[in-house]
Nanobody
Framework: QVQLVESGGGLVQAGGSLRLSCAAS????????MAWFRQAPGKEREFVAA????????DVADSVKGRFIISRDNAKTTVYLQMNSLKPEDTGVYYC???????????????????WGRGTQVTVSS
């Protein structure tokens, strides 16, 4: 079992920054890839960023490339999403996810992730 708890969301003006954290417990964080997804009202959940087990490989959606950075601290069992130059279209609930069954690679499909947090709300005002 893996428990994921997101934090760091909030209300910010366009152009501002936020750093999301995802604290993991239950199993060794370094054993699996992690990702962030988001869901805006009335829209489907979409991939934001993913990071491999050691942190050596990352993938970021084109919509946030150059603005968002994913990182991890396995010693602290935490994954981060640094969000800069935020735009109103970044508004949504941000979810942390863990892939505990693939032994390698990072994926954009939500179906590849088997544990999810409850999400944290990010609202960007114009």
């Amino acid at each position: 079992q893996v428990q994921l708890v997101e934090s760091g969301g909030g209300l910010v003006q366009a152009g501002g920054s936020l750093r999301l954290s995802c604290a993991a417990s239950g199993r060794t964080l370094s054993s699996y890839a992690m990702a962030w997804f988001r869901q805006a009202p009335g829209k489907e959940r979409e991939f934001v960023a993913a990071i491999g087990r050691s942190g050596g490989s990352t993938d970021v959606a084109d919509s946030v490339k150059g603005r968002f950075i994913i990182s991890r601290d396995n010693a602290k069992t935490t994954v981060y999403l640094q969000m800069n130059s935020l735009k109103p279209e970044d508004t949504g609930v941000y979810y942390c996810a863990a892939d505990t069954h693939n032994y390698g690679g990072i994926f954009r499909l939500s179906s590849e992730y088997d544990y999810w947090g409850r999400g944290t709300q990010v609202t960007v005002s114009s």
